[in-house]
């Protein structure tokens, strides 16, 4: 079994991370298969103040490195890094010289070329087993996607449009941690319009302002971003960070069809839903949200649980532990690193557009 330290006890380390670890101990454990040691080390200077997740004895909360180092190996550890983005090369390489290999980093994994270039160089030098959390990817909802791309049932894919729309007005107004909104949701989305429709350059980015009353907060109030593939797919991603409802759902376009996907929306439901349409339905279709012999969705509704970082960890955590690592994940997060460097430049030259454009 290996041993979770989570480094930055924010949102992302405390509600997510801390929270799915405790989740998937138990899982595991009842299965007889036990992979997450606890208690868990939760690292964060303000750790003391702060009201952790899980039941006693499953989380010890320090405030420094040096603190975290009583309680963890790093030979048997995993890190989870949930720092903001910014300087997080020194972070890792902190961690490095401690002994420390197996990281699970947040998105995005560097904010500027330079950042990235030189965190590659660091993962080479220290033999460091880094993954990029991408669990939209790993996700059974983007599995079946997939599966329609590669099956032909819609005929060749075309388009991709991406909607992560969510009010993030207190989260903005209370911490700096995110430059944009390019850095929000959009990871996300961009890693998985690269797996379904693979390489691609970017066509056009702008980002605009949040507005809340009287204060304005530049860049964080949404962004979209184009993309076209080397293999002739269209994609557009559209993030609202200022939309009164929320809404995570990514419409596939066809030549035969539309296949649209909606994400679960928050901790609070675990269910995703597929919808495939195909132009043509034919006079004997089967029957609606039925799978397929292959294992690939059929015409019509399907809702099934997907509990997709729950299910990211497990694989990834299985990877350490038999050695098997990063092998696919860090490529893809290099690539989406890099077209969201590309992004950050475009919005730099580009005037912003006014509060709540979409």
Request: hydrophobic letters at 40%.
């Amino acid at each position: 079994m290996l041993q979770p330290l989570v480094v930055g006890l924010g949102r992302s380390g405390s509600g997510l991370h801390l929270k799915t670890l405790g989740s998937l101990a138990r899982r595991t454990a009842a299965t007889g298969d036990p992979l997450v040691a606890l208690p868990a080390v939760g690292c964060d200077p303000r750790a003391d103040s702060l009201r952790l997740p899980g039941t006693p004895g499953e989380v010890t909360a320090v405030t420094t490195l040096e603190q975290a180092l009583r309680y963890v190996d790093p030979a048997t550890a995993v890190v989870h890094v949930c720092t903001p983005p910014r300087l997080r090369h020194d972070l890792l390489a902190e961690l490095a010289g401690h002994g420390f290999r197996r990281m699970i980093v947040e998105k995005p994994l560097a904010t500027s070329m330079d950042e990235l270039d030189a965190l590659i160089r660091l993962r080479q030098e220290a033999g460091l087993d880094l993954v990029t959390v991408a669990h939209w990817i790993t996700s059974r909802l983007a599995g079946r996607l997939r599966r329609l791309v590669s099956g032909g049932r819609l005929g060749s894919l075309r388009r991709i449009t991406v909607d992560q729309h969510k009010p993030r007005f207190l989260r903005s107004l209370a911490t700096d941690g995110h430059p944009s909104a390019l850095d929000v949701e959009i990871p996300h989305s961009l890693a998985l319009a690269l797996d379904l429709a693979g390489p691609a350059e970017l066509r056009a980015a702008r980002c605009w302002d949040l507005r809340c009353e009287d204060r304005g907060l530049p860049g964080l109030g949404g962004a979209h971003v184009e993309l076209e593939h080397r293999s002739g797919v269209v994609t557009l991603l559209r993030s609202d960070l200022g939309a009164p409802v929320r809404q995570r759902s990514v419409v596939c376009e066809f030549d035969g069809g539309t296949a649209t996907a909606h994400f679960p929306l928050s901790e609070d439901d675990d269910h995703a839903q597929l919808v495939v349409d195909p132009f043509d339905r034919g006079t004997a279709a089967p029957p609606s949200g039925v799978l397929d012999a292959d294992g690939g969705p059929g015409i019509g509704h399907h809702v099934f649980r997907d509990d997709a970082l729950t299910d990211f960890l497990d694989v990834a955590y299985r990877g350490f532990s038999s050695d098997a690592g990063s092998v696919g994940n860090f490529p893809l997060a290099c690539a989406t690193a890099r077209l969201l460097c590309a992004a950050r430049e475009h919005c730099a030259v580009t005037p912003r557009a006014g509060a709540g454009s979409r």
